[in-house]
């Protein structure tokens, strides 16, 4: 079992910036590939990027690419992801889901991971 908290949203102008940060505990954390998704009022949850367990693979959303970064620290059991030149498109609540190992298929498929935490919510304003 992982329990993931994630933290760090809040309230920024368009054209600022956030860092979020999920925070893991339960099982070893440097195991899991971690990805990000958000979801907006009345959409779809959508994928926003991925690393892999070994940090040696980053994906990321077309639309996102050269916006957001996502980072990992296995020593802090962390995975961040570092928003910037935000716009009000960007408000969503944003979750962390973590999967097992390696994921052989698609890594913005939800059905891929195992746990999520509960979200943080992002506003941009215009």
């Known amino acids: 079992q992982v329990q993931l908290v994630e933290s760090g949203g809040g309230l920024v102008q368009a054209g600022g910036s956030l860092r979020l940060s999920c925070a893991a505990s339960g099982r070893t954390f440097s195991s899991y590939s971690m990805g990000w998704f958000r979801q907006a009022p009345g959409k779809e949850r959508e994928f926003v990027a991925f690393?892999?367990?070994?940090?040696?693979?980053?994906y990321y959303a077309g639309s996102l690419k050269g916006r957001f970064t996502i980072s990992r620290d296995n020593a802090k059991d962390t995975v961040f992801l570092q928003m910037n030149k935000l716009k009000p498109e960007d408000t969503a609540v944003y979750f962390c889901?973590?999967?097992?190992?390696?994921?052989?298929?698609?890594?913005?498929?939800?059905?891929?991971?195992?746990?999520w935490g509960q979200g943080t919510q992002v506003t941009v304003s215009s």
């Open positions: 690393i892999s367990w070994s940090s040696g693979s980053t």
């Open positions: 889901a973590a999967a097992y190992g390696t994921i052989a298929s698609d890594v913005s498929n939800k059905q891929a991971y195992n746990y």
